[in-house]
């Protein structure tokens, strides 16, 4: 990805798809260009500037453009430093679930963005693992039980006494 790729007022970068080759701008979210910002400012002074430079830049010296075989070997340092097994496909992964169970965007939407030639490739994002399962039925739970302590009980009927229906019946619904 080269400088000329990114474009941060209108939140977007341009991507060459892995199997067309073909430049397709793709949207990011502003943490993203934060960072970026972050790691220009740390980079000033120490890599060329000028359109076609790389965007991503090693920390460690000499300053090499940051391209896949470095970030694979940043990530197998950092998975032996911490003992887990990430890798970069899973960072994608990660957010394509994310996206694809935004119930603000289409299936078709989020294909356009992971480039898949078939909607049937997208939708394997859809499934949700059993923590998000368990998380998303409990908080259902919650709520029911939120609006049902909401409801306000009706006053009974004319010539009913409410202290004497709540000894018989219990707290009156």
Same mark, same amino acid.
């Given at each position: 990805?080269?400088?000329?790729?990114?474009?941060?007022?209108?939140?977007?970068? *341009?991507?060459?798809?892995?199997? $067309?080759? !073909?430049?397709?701008?793709?949207?990011?979210? #502003?943490?993203?260009?934060?960072?970026?910002?972050?790691?220009?400012?740390?980079?000033?002074?120490? %890599?060329?500037?000028?359109? *076609?430079?790389?965007?991503?830049? @090693?920390?460690?010296?000499?300053?090499?453009? +940051?391209? &896949?075989? !470095?970030?694979?070997r940043m990530f197998a340092r950092?998975?032996?430093?911490?003992?887990?097994?990430? @890798?970069?496909?899973?960072?994608?992964?990660? !957010?394509?679930?994310?996206? #694809?169970?935004?119930?603000?965007?289409?299936?078709?939407?989020?294909? +356009?963005?992971?480039?898949? #030639?078939?909607?049937? *490739?997208?939708?394997? &994002?859809? $499934?949700?693992?059993?923590?998000? %399962?368990?998380?998303?039925? +409990? !908080?259902?739970?919650?709520?029911?039980?939120?609006?049902?302590?909401?409801?306000?009980?009706?006053?009974?009927?004319?010539? &009913?006494?409410?202290?004497?229906?709540? %000894?018989?019946?219990?707290?009156?619904?």
């Amino acid at each position: 990805m080269q400088q000329c790729d990114i474009d941060p007022g209108q939140q977007l970068i *341009t991507l060459v798809r892995k199997g $067309t080759r !073909a430049k397709q701008p793709v949207p990011e979210s #502003a943490d993203a260009f934060v960072w970026l910002r972050l790691h220009q400012e740390e980079m000033h002074g120490e %890599v060329p500037r000028g359109r *076609t430079q790389p965007v991503w830049w @090693t920390l460690r010296r000499p300053r090499r453009p +940051l391209n &896949y075989p !470095a970030a694979h070997r940043m990530f197998a340092r950092a998975n032996a430093a911490v003992g887990s097994d990430w @890798t970069l496909h899973d960072l994608r992964h990660s !957010a394509a679930a994310r996206i #694809a169970r935004d119930p603000q965007l289409m299936l078709s939407d989020v294909q +356009l963005v992971l480039g898949h #030639a078939h909607l049937s *490739t997208t939708e394997i &994002y859809l $499934t949700p693992d059993k923590d998000e %399962v368990i998380a998303g039925v +409990l !908080a259902l739970h919650a709520r029911i039980a939120e609006q049902r302590e909401k409801l306000v009980p009706p006053p009974p009927s004319p010539g &009913y006494d409410p202290q004497a229906l709540s %000894v018989l019946f219990g707290r009156m619904l």
